[in-house]
């Protein structure tokens, strides 16, 4: 089933000044990150939940994103801040280009490779994604990475004992004057005095290192931490993944070096220590890892819907907050798909890693050389960027060219959508769990009741998939 994508004519929430004025009255949480409210007689921006007193109504302006926010002459508030919040369930909901861009440069794409690089992945001028951008986001794509740098940055201020000076070129800033700036007109201090005024809070779990970080990955809850460490458990690549003791460990190849992530979800975070060759590589990796872990979702809006079909009622009451595992790459995750169980993994090179994962996933190029005849021709196809299978693609033009290459069929490319997209209403009707989960709950026709499950068929799968009377058990066991 092809992701709906007629969700994205939905009016944006930021635009309803007087749905956002009662969030923030009731400091609602499940909105941090949906919008951002800035008050006009402080100068400074908040998530919706800040425990500050509530300004009056006629002082505050809503905005979609930081960055909006920032381009308007506010700056981050140092009580709640608003950037270290769930990111907004809006990009993996809509697929419109303003979607597709807030992903890439969530990922760093301009800082490597520039506004230019952005324009291209994204198939637009730089000019017409200018304007799309402003348009639709309130900023620009400049002023969306200068967002996107100044979080990493912090991050790095107060999670690391790097200099200050490493600091700088490790987020992506061209200078240190650039650096200095920007953390100036952001967090209305300097550099130093964040790391300071963070020293006192924050909580270290054993050293932190030049290159090692411990960092807390928020999310909306309920969530389902079981679903997704069974999946992965039941997934995991021998040497490239594990999991043990409720935490998952993996390797990661990443824009400028490897790196090794140790995930363990907590009541009300998940727990991120991530071992980084090149420190340049922070923002891409926690990006990619809240992909992987779907922490961006918005559950009460998916429990809205599933819950009220009869059918799916009953699990979707026993098991809240069901996440769709994502991918920490796109083209890993469709050679998977297509090898299973059959990847060789010791075409992956050697890393030093933790204990249990030792190599990284094959390269493209490897696997068109080295891997199953099967799965060549669409490895070489990735290698030689015929084929590209990132974030940042429109989804119905990668189901095509994907359908196009030779051993892909129609269940693979949806799975990818699904995977990589982060796309919300796909149903993999073909996949034997998910039909011995349906037929389990009495569902009988997957097509014609999966119209009411739009726009979150693809967590409507996940909820089919735990009633598979071969699967684990569906109990309650979230976070």
Same mark, same amino acid.
């Given at each position: 089933? &092809? ?22 009255? $009731? ?14 007689? +402080? ?10 007193? +509530? ?7 809503? !905005? ?34 303003a979607a597709r861009a807030m992903r890439l440069i969530s990922d760093g794409t301009v800082e490597r490779e520039g506004v230019p690089g952005l324009a291209r992945r994204l198939g637009y001028s730089e000019r017409q994604l200018g304007r799309v951008l402003t348009a639709e986001l309130g900023a620009g794509p400049l002023a969306l990475a200068r967002a ?40 209305? +201090? ?17 050293d932190v290192g030049g290159t090692r970080l411990s960092l807390r990955l928020p999310f909306r809850p309920p969530f389902d931490a079981f679903g997704l460490l069974r999946f992965f458990a039941d997934q995991a690549v ?9 935490? !998952?460990?993996? +390797? #990661? ?52 819907? *599933? ?67 099967? &799965? ?25 060219? #994907? #359908?196009?290459?030779?051993?892909? %069929? ?29 037929? $389990?709950?009495?569902?009988?026709? *997957?097509? %014609? ?13 996940? !909820? ?5 009377? $071969? ?9």
């Amino acid at each position: 089933m &092809v992701p709906n994508t007629a969700v994205a004519e939905a009016p944006a929430l930021w635009r309803d000044a007087e749905r956002c004025y009662r969030v923030v009255t $009731a400091r609602d949480p499940r909105f941090d990150g949906q919008f951002i409210m800035a008050v006009r007689t +402080t100068g400074i921006y908040c998530r919706p939940s800040c425990p500050a007193s +509530t300004p009056k109504e006629q002082n505050v302006r809503f !905005y979609p994103t930081s960055a909006a926010a920032q381009a308007n002459g506010f700056r981050a508030c140092r009580r709640c801040f608003p950037d270290a919040v769930p990111g907004s369930p809006d990009w993996n909901l809509r697929a419109d280009l303003a979607a597709r861009a807030m992903r890439l440069i969530s990922d760093g794409t301009v800082e490597r490779e520039g506004v230019p690089g952005l324009a291209r992945r994204l198939g637009y001028s730089e000019r017409q994604l200018g304007r799309v951008l402003t348009a639709e986001l309130g900023a620009g794509p400049l002023a969306l990475a200068r967002a996107h740098r100044a979080h990493s940055a912090r991050l790095l201020i107060e999670m690391s004992e790097l200099p200050l000076t490493d600091v700088a070129f490790a987020a992506g800033f061209s200078s240190v004057r650039q650096f200095n700036e920007t953390i100036r007109e952001v967090f209305a +201090t300097t550099p130093s005095q964040l790391r300071a005024f963070a020293a006192s809070r924050r909580r270290r779990q054993g050293d932190v290192g030049g290159t090692r970080l411990s960092l807390r990955l928020p999310f909306r809850p309920p969530f389902d931490a079981f679903g997704l460490l069974r999946f992965f458990a039941d997934q995991a690549v021998p040497g490239v993944e594990d999991v043990t003791d409720g935490t !998952y460990t993996r +390797t #990661l190849r990443l824009a400028h070096g490897t790196g090794v992530v140790r995930l363990t979800p907590e009541p009300d975070h998940v727990r991120c220590e991530l071992h980084l060759a090149d420190l340049r590589d922070l923002s891409s990796a926690v990006s990619r890892v809240r992909r992987l872990l779907d922490l961006d979702a918005d559950p009460a809006a998916v429990t809205r819907v *599933l819950g009220a079909d009869p059918a799916l009622a009953s699990i979707v009451e026993a098991v809240p907050g069901i996440r769709v595992p994502g991918a920490v790459d796109g083209e890993e995750l469709l050679l998977r798909a297509l090898l299973g169980r059959d990847l060789p993994a010791a075409l992956g090179e050697e890393v030093s890693g933790e204990a249990g994962v030792t190599r990284l996933f094959p390269t493209a190029a490897r696997v068109a050389t080295a891997g199953p005849p099967s &799965v060549r021709g669409v490895a070489a196809a990735l290698a030689e960027g015929r084929l590209e299978v990132h974030v940042g693609r429109d989804a119905a033009d990668l189901r095509a060219e #994907l #359908l196009a290459c030779p051993g892909i %069929d129609a269940w693979t490319a949806d799975y990818v959508l699904m995977r990589v997209l982060g796309a919300p209403d796909v149903l993999l009707t073909d996949d034997a769990a998910l039909q011995r989960g349906a037929t $389990a709950l009495g569902i009988t026709d *997957l097509a %014609d009741r999966s119209r009411q499950w739009t726009p979150w068929c693809s967590y409507a799968g996940m !909820y089919l998939r735990r009633a598979d009377p $071969a699967g684990p058990e569906p109990v309650a066991n979230s976070c």
